[in-house]
C-alpha cells in the first residue's frame, strides 16, 4: 500500500503542473487582460468588455502602430511601462510562468491585482461562507438520503419507493438557484413569511450576543442557503445507497444469515451495511471538497454571502490572475490529495481492497 501512495502522491506533480500550463496558455489569447482593465477605467470609467462589445472608435484603436494595448491611445507610453513592470508583464510568458510555478511552490501566492489583500488572506476571508455551505449541505445530504436509500432498498417496487423516487427527481430537477428565490419570497420577507432574514451569515450585532446566541443566530442565517444548495444534492446519493443496498441484499451471504432465521434488522445492519455503505462513505471527501469548491454562485449573490464562488467570478471577469491561479494551484493540489484520501478510505472501510494488488 505504502508503494500505490507514494505512486499517488508523484502523480500529483505532472497532473498539477498540467492543470497550471493549460490555463495559463489559455489567459495568453483572451482579451482584456488587467492592464487593459486598468486603462478602460482610466479613459472611460467603465470596464474594458463594455468597450470590447461595443463600436466606438474613440476608445479602441486597433490600427495604432505605437499602442500595444486596447485604449491605451490617450496615454503616455511610460505610464503604459510602469504598468508592465508592476504587474509582472514586461517578461516574456515562459519566464512569467516559472516564476509564478516557484512561488506557488513554496506557497507564496503572491497579492491580488486590484485588492491590495495577499492571495491567502482573501481565500481565508471568503472561506467561511463556502465552509458553511460545503460542510452543512454535505452532512444534510447523508443524513437524510442514506436512510431514506436504505428504505427504499428495503422496500423496492412498493408505494413507499415508487413516490419517493418521484418526489426526488422532481427535487432534483429544480435549480438551486429558483428554489432559493421561493424560499425567499416564501420566508424571507418576499410576499408571505418574515421567518429568516435577507442576507449575510451574521447579524450586525453578532459579536454582542451570547455563545448560545451566536449559536442560534449562525443557523437562522444559514437555514435557507443551505436548504437551496442541499436540494438537487438527495437524487444521486439516495439512489446510490438504495442500489447499494439491492446489490448486497441479493448475495448468497444474506440469503445464508436468512435461513438461519437471523432477524431482518440484524442482517440488514450486522451484515449489509458495512458492505453497502463502502462506496457511499469512503466518497465522503470527495462529495465534501466538490460542494466546498463548487460553492454556487448565484445562491451566494443571492442570499448576499461572499464566498468563493463570488470571489472566483469577480477575479475572472477582473483578470485578477493571481488569484485565479493562486486559488486554481491550491485547490486543485487539494483536489488531488483528497483523490488519495478517498482511496484510503476504502481500504479502512474494507481491508479487504488492496490498490497495489489490482494494479499488479
Partial sequence: MGAYILRRLLLIIPTLFGIMVINFTL?????GGPIEQIIAQ?????????????SSSETFDTTASDDRYVGSRGLPP?????????????????????????????????????RSISVVDLVIEK???????????????YLVSIPLGIRKAVRDGSTFDTWTSGLIIVAYAIPGFLFAILLLVLFAGGSYFQVFPLRGLTSENFDQLSFFGKIADYFWHITLPVLASTIGA??????????????????????????KG?????????????????????????????VFFGGSLIIETIFSLDGLGRLGFEAAVARDYPV?????????????VVGI???????????RIDFETREN
Avoid: C
Wanted: aromatic residues 18%.
Fill in 341 to 351: 484520501l478517498s482511496d484510503l478510505m476504502y481500504v479502512f472501510i474494507d481491508p
Fill in 234 to 259: 438527495f437524487a444521486t446519493l439516495t439512489l446510490l445507497t438504495k442500489n447499494s443496498f439491492l446489490d448486497e441484499i441479493k448475495k448468497q451471504y444474506v440469503i445464508t444469515a436468512k435461513a
Fill in 78 to 114: 511610460d505610464f503604459i511601462e510602469q504598468l508592465e513592470k508592476e504587474f509582472g508583464f514586461d517578461k516574456p510568458p515562459l519566464e512569467r510562468f516559472a516564476n509564478m510555478m516557484w512561488n506557488y511552490m513554496r506557497f507564496d501566492f503572491g497579492e491580488s491585482y486590484f
Fill in 262 to 290: 437471523l432477524s431482518e434488522s440484524r442482517i440488514l445492519y450486522g451484515h449489509v451495511f458495512r458492505n453497502a455503505m463502502l462506496i457511499v462513505i469512503a466518497g465522503f471527501p470527495a462529495v465534501f471538497i466538490g
Fill in 42 to 54: 482610466i479613459e472611460g470609467g467603465g470596464d474594458v468588455f463594455e468597450g470590447i462589445s461595443g
Fill in 324 to 336: 485565479i491561479f493562486g486559488t486554481l494551484f491550491f485547490f486543485g493540489l487539494v483536489g488531488l
Fill in 127 to 141: 472561506m467561511p461562507v463556502s465552509i458553511t455551505l460545503g460542510l452543512w449541505s454535505t452532512l444534510i445530504a
Fill in 27 to 31: 489567459t495568453q489569447f483572451v482579451p
